[in-house]
């Protein structure tokens, strides 16, 4: 008898990427501002610490998080508070998550992934995420113009900060799907291997 007709890999990775991406879209679409809000908050209160502002308040708006800064800024007409607002749209960091998430549970469904790693890579998704937001608040914090007693005062961030913000911004968005499906897999492949030298050790 010929032996049943099996999928190939290619063919299941496709099937299974179909079948979980519309479910993981719209479920991202609705409940996004639950991790978007808190994430992007925090961004922003790292930002704060890492300055000489205060994060007066963050607040979510129509797929944005609006965070307003309150500062002290010395002049040698004197010193005077200054406030800042912020506004972080949700899309410009997090588009690319359903389509990571389809292609983690496409990994996971072919390799038969861990827990373990997939705790890994979920963990790095959020960190890329909040190094963004970070970074976004950062570069934003730099920048400072204001009249006072007449003179124009102004400010722009420095190049390290400038630097962060790029690499962030052109390179660790954009390359997050397949960063965070290396983490899954590398993972994975460390914790198989270690687990086969346990019983490769456990069996002599």
Not at 134 to 143: D, E, M, R, T
Request: proline residues 5%; contains cysteine; hydrophobic residues 50%.
């Amino acid at each position: 008898m010929p032996r049943p007709h099996r999928l190939s890999t290619a063919a299941r990775a496709v099937l299974v990427f179909c079948l979980v991406y519309l479910p993981i879209l719209a479920g991202w679409i609705a409940f996004k501002h639950y991790y978007t809000h808190p994430l992007a908050c925090t961004g922003a209160k790292l930002a704060a610490l890492s300055t000489d502002a205060e994060l007066a308040h963050c607040h979510y708006s129509k797929g944005s998080v609006n965070a307003t800064f309150v500062r002290i800024v010395v002049t040698p007409a004197g010193v005077y508070p200054a406030r800042s607002g912020v506004v972080l749209d949700d899309n410009r960091y997090t588009f690319n998550v359903p389509i990571t998430l389809a292609m983690l549970i496409v990994t996971t469904v072919l390799m038969r992934i861990s827990w373990r790693a997939w705790s890994k890579a979920l963990a790095a998704l959020i960190l890329g995420h909040l190094l963004y937001t970070y970074a976004c608040f950062l570069f934003q914090l730099g920048f400072f113009k204001a009249r006072i007693g007449g003179v124009i005062y102004s400010s722009t961030p420095p190049v390290a900060v400038q630097l962060f913000w790029d690499f962030c911004r052109s390179m660790l968005i954009r390359f997050e799907p397949f960063l965070i499906l290396a983490v899954l897999i590398l993972v994975h492949s460390l914790t198989t291997a270690k687990n086969k030298a346990g019983e490769a050790e456990t069996s002599k």
